[in-house]
Nanobody, 114 residues
Framework: VQLVESGGGVVPPGGSLRLSCVAS??????WAWYRQAPGREREIVAT???????YYSAAVKGRSTISLNSAKNTVFLEMNNLQPGDAGVYHC???????????WGQGTQVTVSS
């Protein structure tokens, strides 16, 4: 199973982006987005489940939306009003239905710069 992220890039302050994460196969019960900036620990950004229970970190709540297309095994993260503190490598993570191990994607770089 592979998780492949896309949608990263350079965004000006105040801009928006939409990240995507596609799973190659299997079915998952839980999905998440994490991010890691240089010199900082990885932090959770948002999570969702197949029953649409969602969580947002305080840092992104109110300006981010995580959504899931189960039929396409794809999870999205839309973020608005991006600031330099949002920059980093964004990783997708997921847990299989009935599983306990977390599967990770390689990440997609987000840079916030004018």
């Amino acid at each position: 199973v592979q998780l492949v992220e896309s949608g990263g890039g350079v965004v000006p302050p105040g801009g928006s982006l939409r990240l995507s994460c596609v799973a190659s196969d299997d079915a998952f019960s839980w999905w998440a987005w994490y991010r890691q900036a240089p010199g900082r620990e990885r932090e959770i950004v948002a999570t969702t489940t197949v029953t649409n229970v969602v969580y947002y970190s305080a840092a992104v709540k109110g300006r981010s939306t995580i959504s899931l297309n189960s039929a396409k095994n794809t999870v999205f993260l839309e973020m608005n009003n991006l600031q330099p503190g949002d920059a980093g490598v964004y990783h997708c993570a997921a847990i299989r239905l009935g599983g306990i191990s977390t599967i990770w994607g390689q990440g997609t770089q987000v840079t916030v710069s004018s």
